[in-house]
């Protein structure tokens, strides 16, 4: 029975608080969204939080958790989230802040882009090729030219990885993937 002698069936009262609502708040500055593939990727943010949070940031690339981090944050701070394996494509950044009890208050999400650092697919524009270049070879590593006048000479000879003096006109940069073929063609059913 409570105080005024009336007696209640209510045993417990649960009050859910949506911290947003209540002045709870994440800023963040996503300095740079696009990075090349053949570089490490360093996304650097900046953050301002209020109350204190511990500010979890999450990397994803076609659904799977590719990288994560956890800062406290007391007011603001620049964080840096460091990713070593590169996937061309899409990326998702997901940057939760949490407040102390791990009660979710604010969640912002970023869209970052991973493009091919590679300029062409040899043999695509022989003939242009100049001491420098990237170019991603049939066998799907990476290589640079060395000496001009050769990476645009016979294809027999000099194609990256595969000719007989390759080496000679091409450094192996990295290893890749060779690329799959890809057939527009079906057999009809029961066929092939």
């Not at 958790?65 to 996937?87: H, K, M, T």
């Not at 003939?127 to 420098?132: D, F, P, V």
């Not at 990237?134 to 000879?157: A, E, F, K, V």
Request: proline content about 4%.
């Amino acid at each position: 029975m409570n105080p005024s002698g009336v007696s209640s069936a209510i045993n417990r009262i649960e009050i859910e608080i949506d911290l947003a609502a209540v002045g709870a708040s994440l800023e963040i500055d996503l300095q740079q969204s696009v990075f090349s593939s053949g570089e490490p990727m360093q996304l650097v943010f900046d953050t301002t939080a209020n109350p204190a949070m511990a500010i979890i940031a999450e990397l994803f690339y076609q659904g799977a958790r590719i990288g994560y981090q956890e800062y406290p944050v007391l007011n603001s701070a620049q964080v840096q989230f460091d990713v070593e394996d590169l996937y061309v494509g899409t990326c998702q950044l997901i940057v939760r802040g949490e407040t102390t009890g791990h009660q979710h208050a604010v969640q912002k999400s970023f869209t970052v882009s991973v493009v091919d650092s590679v300029g062409f697919i040899y043999p695509d524009n022989i003939g242009s090729y100049t001491e420098g270049d990237l170019i991603r070879g049939q066998d799907g590593n990476t290589y640079q030219c060395l000496i001009t006048c050769w990476c645009n000479g016979s294809i027999t000879y000099y194609a990256p990885g595969l000719g007989l003096a390759w080496s000679s006109a091409w450094e192996l940069v990295s290893e890749g993937t060779a690329p799959v073929a890809k057939s527009d063609f079906s057999y009809p059913d029961g066929q092939g």
